[in-house]
């Protein structure tokens, strides 16, 4: 799922406390990944901030807003039905409104171990959810049953899956569904998945067969010179 508008100064990548190492260096592999397909190493900042706590980040023992990646999680929590969930919407939109205080800022890969969902009540849960220009929020959380070896493959599918919405993938009028937002119809990762079993199956299909077709990564390439900061 993403959301659109563009505009992006660099990425920078920030995480929850306690997540597993494994599943940081995916995110990362699946960052600068993109990053070359697109020929953006070298020619945008890339930043890994870990578990994010800017200075006064916490102020008479309360957090301080912006200025911690535990403020995000805490100010989008909401309670459904009885359970703690992460709002996506919530964290993009603060995001948002971080980079309308500091225009220079990266947009933000944020990885959370809580559930994460969206407003719309029928929907109850997201695997990540992204803006263009603002970052992507994705979350482990669904994947916990899954052996480390594969959790770390399939969040690393699901970043670049993400990330390929970010950067303007999949506006041509050929080689693409419409289902649950404009996705790829080749054998690509660009492709829609809302389980775990279909995000195996483009893994397996990342690991064997590549990442991106090359409509994909031919749009990439292209899309990432109008982008340039």
Same mark, same amino acid.
């Given at each position: 799922e993403v959301v659109k508008e563009m505009k992006i100064n660099g990425i920078r990548f920030i995480h929850e406390r306690d997540i597993p190492v494994e599943m940081i260096d995916a995110t990362i592999r699946g960052i600068v990944e993109v990053m070359d397909v697109m020929g953006a190493m070298g020619n945008m900042p890339y930043r890994y901030d870990g578990h994010w706590q800017g200075g006064g980040h916490e102020q008479d023992g309360q957090l301080v807003p912006f200025r911690s990646v535990d403020w995000y999680i805490k100010s989008a929590t909401e309670i459904r039905n009885g359970f703690p969930k992460v709002n996506a919407q919530s964290v993009l939109a603060y995001l948002r409104k971080r980079l309308e205080q500091a225009p220079e800022s990266y947009m933000t890969v944020l990885l959370t171990k809580e559930p994460l969902g969206v407003t719309e009540q029928s929907i109850n849960y997201v %695997? =990540? /959810?992204?803006?263009?220009?603002?970052?992507?929020? /994705?979350?482990?959380?669904?994947?916990?049953?899954?052996?480390?070896?594969?959790?770390?493959?399939?969040?690393?599918?699901?970043?670049?899956?993400?990330?390929?919405?970010? @950067?303007?993938?999949?506006?041509? =009028?050929?080689?693409?569904?419409?289902?649950?937002?404009? %996705?790829?119809?080749?054998?690509?990762?660009?492709? %829609?998945?809302?389980?775990?079993?279909?995000?195996?199956?483009?893994? /397996?299909?990342?690991? @064997? /067969?590549?990442?991106?077709?090359?409509?994909?990564?031919?749009?990439?390439? =292209?899309?990432?010179?109008t982008l340039k900061p």
């Open positions: %695997h =990540a /959810l992204g803006q263009t220009g603002v970052g992507i929020v /994705l979350s482990t959380h669904m994947l916990v049953y899954e052996h480390i070896t594969v959790r770390a493959q399939l969040i690393k599918t699901i970043v670049m899956h993400e990330l390929g919405h970010i @950067f303007g993938l999949l506006t041509r =009028a050929y080689d693409i569904t419409d289902n649950n937002g404009v %996705h790829c119809s080749n054998i690509c990762i660009m492709r %829609h998945a809302g389980t775990v079993v279909v995000w195996k199956s483009h893994t /397996l299909d990342r690991l @064997f /067969l590549g990442s991106f077709c090359e409509e994909c990564r031919r749009d990439l390439v =292209a899309n990432f010179k």
